[in-house]
């Protein structure tokens, strides 16, 4: 699977960050950076409760 990142909506909130820290963190701007973007097994779940959290909806999983 796939963590589909849409950069203009992202307002760096990090709620997305804290469900998933070994997927994604903010960089020193605030900007989400995807550290890895095809993900699988547990890490289908960490995706997933990253993607629920984000307040603007600017992260899918597919």
């Known amino acids: 699977m796939k963590i589909v990142l849409d950069?203009?909506?992202c307002e760096g909130h990090g709620l997305?960050?804290?469900?998933?820290?070994q997927l994604m963190?903010?960089?020193d701007?605030?900007?989400?950076v995807l550290d890895r973007?095809?993900?699988?097994?547990?890490?289908?779940?960490l995706a997933n409760a990253a993607a629920r959290v984000c307040p603007v909806a600017a992260l899918r999983v597919v």
């Open 7 to 9: 950069r203009p909506r």
């Open 25 to 27: 963190h903010l960089d």
């Open 37 to 45: 973007e095809e993900v699988d097994g547990a890490d289908v779940a």
């Open 29 to 32: 701007d605030g900007e989400l």
């Open 16 to 21: 997305c960050e804290e469900a998933a820290p």
